[in-house]
Structure formats: C-alpha cells, structure tokens
C-alpha cells in the first residue's frame, strides 16, 4: 500500500471497499471484519500505522477506544462499551502502579530486614 502526499490523507476506505475486506479475511473472520471493518477503513494510512503500533506497544484498551469511538449506526452503543475501555486501562494503569508500589515496599523490607539482621547480630555478641 503506498501513500499518497497530495492533498488531505485519505481513509482506507477510498481503496479498500468492506466488500473487498470481507473476500480477503477467512471465512470465521468475516463476522468481525464486519463489525469493526468500517472502523479501520475509515482510517488515513497514518492512523491504521499509529493504530497498529498501540498493538505492538501493548496498549491493547487505547487501540480498542479507537476503534469504538469510529462505530456508527447500530454500534453506537460502542460509546458505552468505550467507557468500560477506559476504565479497564485505568485499572491496569492502577495494577501498574500498585506493582511499582509493592516492588518499592518490597525495597524497603529487605532493607529494614538488614537493619534488624544487624541489631541481632549484634544484641547475640552482647
């Protein structure tokens, strides 16, 4: 796929009809490319590019938002499941931070443990 400089960044969609999606996924993909085809195909080649990169960064909730927040027609209620999206990368962004936090406690146990080692070692030589 080559991209075009001239004028405004087109959507996928402007060479890539949902139609000719669908012929091109297997058969047992084509009720999702269905479902979320139109989303991607609304895209600009950058945006799909910048979209799969939020795959291969692992940012797997933003990369869903993104296709949600495209959905029209019946799939509007896409918003409300965008909004449980949020809150699913809010908790891992909070897991995150509660690992940084026991990794920290952890780090200061160990150190208090040493410290308490010491005062053993030396309250037996006394």
């Known amino acids: 796929m080559t991209v075009s400089t001239a004028g405004p960044p087109a959507p996928l969609a402007d060479r890539l009809s949902l139609e000719d999606l669908l012929e091109q996924v297997a058969e047992g993909l084509r009720p999702w490319a269905a479902k ?15 979209w799969v990169e939020l795959l291969a960064a692992g940012r797997t909730y933003e990369a869903y938002a ?39 406690v952890n780090t200061l146990l160990e150190a208090i443990a040493a410290v308490a080692l010491a005062i053993l070692t030396a309250l037996i030589a006394l």
Not at 36 to 50: I, R, V
Request: aromatic letters at 6%; zero cysteines.
């Open 66 to 104: 993104e296709v949600l927040a495209r959905m029209t027609g019946p799939d509007a209620r896409a918003q409300g499941i965008l909004t449980n999206a949020k809150w699913l990368g809010a908790n891992e962004a909070n897991a995150a931070r509660k690992t940084a936090q026991a990794a920290a």
């Open 36 to 50: 979320y085809g139109p989303s991607l195909l609304s895209m600009t080649a950058e945006e799909f590019m910048a």
